[in-house]
């Protein structure tokens, strides 16, 4: 191992992980992996990627996990020794990488399932309960539009046994995807019944990275809840939801949602302010990875035209496609833009989905704003 | 119910009448030795602190009264040393020895006594400490309450037992504690042991104690000097640290809190910001700990201090305090104290601060990272690595204001020379934490102009050529394209300093990920190289070659392409570009490793 490899591996191993540090263990890890090619460092190139693909994992990098997990899989199929000594831990990251397969709109929906039929197959050949794995199938037929499939998928998960050895039996983990399948399929009574031990708080996370769904929840919910017209509920899960995220880079998915409830309730300022502050940090996304916060930012943009505002001042950085360089914003165009950018990449899920799922949430949430229209 | 056992009436083997705990003595004492007490050596600080508080409840009932503690030692030729304790204070009365020195965890200074500032014990189990090095107690004791009191005996045991008898006594009021040593512990209770842990307890007290005809205490305590900011108070205290802390630090500060005060001593070694902060801390100038720890924030790592407490709430080890709001505030305000004697140090005395960071800078650097106020307060004297050499950012910022930096070693090493030619400054972000801190001040204070620097702009920032430059180096350029096409690499040929580098190749965080997708897509097959073919390959645009038209060799190629000398230009360029890939340690694709395979078996059979 060279100096510099052995220098980035003290620091990313003294490097906290959560979601605060993964910004910082992104570049360490991005320059290391050649480090450990170059000096033939099998195990060393292994575990560099793992830590890599878990860290783009939480920071919505679907592309650069994917391209770590996959080469960590072909070694692990050709080295005996790399296998023997990871003991199935990638597996498990590759599942949850999975997860992101539908966010790139570029991989075709079939080489998305055969990857997860791939999954299945190595997990089982490793001898590991497929209980987590049917949950990813579940989300990723959610998130592509396949309801019924889905709705299958989530009852099979749901009646296969929770595995404490595999530390599979998380209720936090559980009540946030429950929440979002009643959510996306109409029930909302049914979803918020189902996430009140992760809202309430009686819900613990089996694993620390377990507890950053809790945030996913109370981001979840917020739609549900207003939906509901239980806007004082909807009100304390912002609060408690936007302290666990609030300036993270690895939650910007979130803090969409968190942007498009203070679009429906009408909190424009804190919603400008929070859009500016977040618009900021999601320079290493690509336009699909900040597909989320974009949707956020719009529906933040077009309650301010519902309230007559005509221009306004918002901190769009210079990469975004909607930058102005005198930073003031006529808000009609501007809704005008981010309208039209994140409805094509809604129709380029949907044309490859087959379907017209992603389109729909988009109109859903954007009806959240009052029956004004779009 | 059937499964269940049945249960009958029958009379049970124990009692049935409410009873009380038994204690064995004994074992509690051993507990106390292993689990709460450091050393056996902590029974001096215990007698030392219950004659003081003594005196101090002697001297409620009759102020004025001048205290003083004797400490006797005697060592027998033919027996254990024995340690006697005598103090001229309250004394005890029958009920008081009954209620107090035989109930475990009973103090006199609970309760309405508690209030008084001048108690330092108050958990009632000062006594125990006595039987980690003797099997017997005897308390000869006479109170002051009572001018016609008797003196009276306690005697106790390890055992747990005791006895009390009137005696005969010299003792006017006050209290005297015999001790035998315990086999096995003489060693504790010799002469010169008791005399040293008397001087390390009590050494600071202002009351007078007296070892035979030695006076323990005759040292002023250390927050006593005079002003620091005056160099003979602060030659003071640096003596003070290297005689009683074994420690020659960079600089002392003064510190005071509510109802704190002290000195903090700046270490002249980097200790890990993780290690324990080993502070020496006095309750009422008796020394209480000399490795209590939690008394500053994290931040202050890099500091070691002593401090005398009045109010703090010693723990029942008495090695620390209890951790409560009282503790918080002094934390903060010693905090305080520290940043801003180093602020002071900045305005006043700068090189006495640039050689604390210099010593600090990567623990500093570390808690930085998640302390906007440390970062803020170090940050100029923070030193970086820079294309100019190594220099603070405060430098940094008076010599060339805005700040642009690199976020990889690999960049830096490949912008830095083209940058020193231009007289550009750089700053390597690679270290440890740097591109985070850089990044935080960025958004602390933007009038300081921080921003990353991609790599690409150093291409951008090369004058153009001239028209008859361009028309010479054309053929080049388009031989240079041709050859490097496959491996999705843009040309451009351009004048810069140095002018011994042939060419540099510029990447971008993005083209550097497409590379790896490259070379993954080489390893990997079955349903992810699926995956991965979907996913958008390289782009030219984000991976420049950029050849130095101001080198000579390059200049040479540009004549030869002009003359037609196409493959040994090719193979030149394609040298020249795996060369700039390795200089950049960018991961070799297989069609590079094949690449440079062709090059050398082309210079080779040329050769031949």
């Known amino acids: 191992m060279t100096a510099r490899l052995e220098q980035l591996r003290r620091e990313i191993l003294g490097t906290p992980w959560d979601d605060r540090h993964f910004p910082r263990l992104l570049p360490l ?46 070694t692990l199929d050709r080295d005996p020794a790399v296998r023997a000594e990871d003991g199935g831990r990638i597996l498990r990251t590759a599942g949850t990488i999975a997860q992101l397969l539908p966010s790139v709109p570029d991989l075709p929906r079939d080489d998305i399932f055969r990857l997860l039929d791939e999954i299945e197959r190595l997990q089982r050949r490793a001898g590991m309960p497929l209980r987590a794995i049917t949950e990813i199938r579940h989300f990723v037929l959610l998130r592509m539009g396949d309801l019924g499939p889905a709705g299958e998928a989530f009852d099979r998960w749901r009646s296969l046994p929770r595995e404490s050895s ?46 950053g769904l ?57 919603a400008t302010s929070l859009a500016g502050q977040h618009l900021a940090l999601a320079d290493r996304l690509t336009e699909h990875g900040r597909y989320r916060l974009d949707v956020g930012v719009w529906l933040v943009v077009c309650a301010l035209r519902r309230h007559g505002v005509v221009e306004t001042d918002l901190r769009i950085p210079p990469w975004h496609p909607a930058f102005r360089s005198s930073g003031r914003y006529h808000v009609g165009r501007l809704a005008e833009r981010l309208g039209a950018g994140v409805r094509s990449l809604a129709i380029r899920f949907d044309a490859r989905n087959g379907n017209d799922f992603v389109t729909r949430e988009l109109l859903r949430e954007h009806a959240l704003l009052g029956p004004a229209g779009l | 119910m059937p499964g269940h056992p049945r249960i009958g009436r029958v009379r049970p083997s124990y009692p049935t009448t409410p009873g009380t705990f038994q204690v064995d003595l004994r074992g509690l004492v051993d507990l106390l030795s292993r689990h709460l007490y450091r050393s056996p050596d902590v029974y001096v600080r215990e007698l030392l602190q219950n004659a003081v508080d003594a005196i101090a409840a002697r001297r409620r009932l009759e102020p004025g009264v001048a205290g003083a503690v004797e400490i006797e030692v005697v060592e027998p030729a033919d027996g254990p040393p024995t340690v006697v304790v005598t103090d001229n204070g309250i004394g005890l009365t029958g009920t008081e020895l009954v209620e107090l020195l035989a109930t475990i965890g009973r103090s006199s200074k609970r309760g309405e006594l508690a209030q008084h500032r001048d108690f330092i014990g108050q958990f009632g189990i000062g006594l125990l400490a006595c039987f980690l090095v003797a099997d017997e107690i005897t308390v000869v004791t006479r109170s002051a309450r009572d001018p016609d009191a008797q003196a009276l005996c306690w005697q106790g045991r390890a055992d747990g037992t005791y006895d009390i008898t009137p005696v005969d006594s010299d003792l006017t009021a006050g209290t005297r504690v015999h001790l035998r040593a315990r086999t096995g512990f003489e060693h504790h209770l010799t002469r010169d042991h008791v005399l040293a842990l008397a001087r390390r307890y009590g050494g600071l007290l202002t009351l007078p104690i007296r070892l035979g005809s030695v006076q323990v205490n005759n040292e002023p305590p250390p927050w006593d000097f005079p002003a620091l900011t005056m160099e003979h108070g602060r030659e003071s205290a640096l003596a003070y640290a290297s005689r009683v802390l074994d420690l ?28 324990r902060q080993d502070h020496r801390v006095y309750l009422r100038r008796m020394l209480l700990s000399e490795s209590a720890d939690r008394l500053l924030p994290d931040w202050a790592f890099f500091v070691r201090c002593v401090i005398d407490a009045d109010d703090l709430s010693p723990n029942a080890a008495r090695d620390g305090f209890i951790e409560d709001e009282r503790l918080a505030r002094v934390r903060e305000q010693l905090g305080r104290g520290i940043r801003d004697h180093l602020k002071d140090l900045a305005r006043l005395w700068p090189a006495r601060l640039a050689g604390i960071v210099a010593t600090h800078d990567a623990g500093i650097s570390a808690l930085a990272v998640h302390d906007d106020e440390c970062l803020l307060l170090f940050a100029d004297w923070l030193p970086v690595d820079t294309s100019l050499g190594r220099m603070t950012l405060g430098e940094h910022a008076r010599r060339f204001g805005e700040l642009r930096f690199v976020r990889r070693f690999d960049d830096f090493r490949q912008v830095a020379p083209i940058a020193a030619a231009q007289g ?58 041709t050859a490097l096409r496959s491996h999705d690499v843009g040309v451009q040929v351009r004048a810069f300093a140095p002018s011994q580098m042939h ?67 090719r193979r030149a360029i394609e040298l020249l570009y795996v060369q700039a890939l390795l200089l950049g340690h960018h991961p070799l694709r297989d069609r590079e490793l094949g690449l440079l395979d062709d090059v050398v078996l082309g210079f080779v059979e040329d050769r031949g």
């Open chain 1, 29 to 74: 890890l991005e320059e290391a992996v050649p480090l450990a090619d170059e000096a033939g460092d099998t195990w060393a190139g292994f575990w560099m990627r793992a830590q890599l693909a878990g860290v783009c994992n939480n920071l919505d990098l679907a592309e650069r996990a994917l391209v770590a997990v996959s080469w960590c899989l072909a």
């Open chain 1, 166 to 211: 595999w530390r599979l039996d998380c209720d936090v983990c559980e009540s946030d995807a429950v929440l979002e399948w009643y959510a996306a399929i109409g029930r909302d009574e049914h979803a918020i019944a189902a996430a009140a031990p992760l809202l309430d708080g009686t819900a613990v996370g089996v694993k620390e990275k377990c507890e």
């Open chain 1, 214 to 270: 809790r945030s996913w929840g109370h981001a979840n919910a917020l739609a549900p809840l207003v939906r509901l017209g239980r806007l004082d509920d909807a009100w304390a899960c912002h609060r408690r939801g936007l302290a666990m995220v609030i300036g993270r880079s690895g939650a910007l998915g979130e803090i969409g949602k968190h942007l498009a409830f203070l679009a429906a309730v009408g909190d424009l300022n804190r």
């Open chain 2, 248 to 275: 020659d630090p960079l600089d002392a500060i003064p510190l005071h809190a509510d109802g704190v005060r002290g000195l903090a001593f700046v270490l002249p070694y980097e200790p890990s910001p993780a290690a």
């Open chain 2, 424 to 481: 550009r400054c750089v700053v390597n972000g690679g270290h440890v934490n740097l591109s985070t801190l850089l990044e935080r001040l960025a958004v602390l204070r933007p009038e300081r102009r921080i921003s990353e620097l991609d790599p690409t702009e150093i291409v951008d920032s090369f004058a153009d050529l001239t028209a008859e430059e361009r028309s010479e180096v054309a053929d080049l350029v388009r031989l240079a394209e």
């Open chain 2, 503 to 569: 060419a540099t190749l510029v990447t971008n965080e993005d083209s550097r990920f497409r590379r790896q997708l490259d070379r993954t897509r080489s390893v990997v097959d079955g349903p992810w190289s699926g995956v991965l073919a979907a996913l958008p390959t390289a782009s030219a645009a984000n991976s420049q070659l950029c050849l130095n038209v101001a080198n000579a060799a390059v200049r040479e190629l540009a004549r030869q392409a002009r003359q037609g000398s196409i493959m040994r230009v």
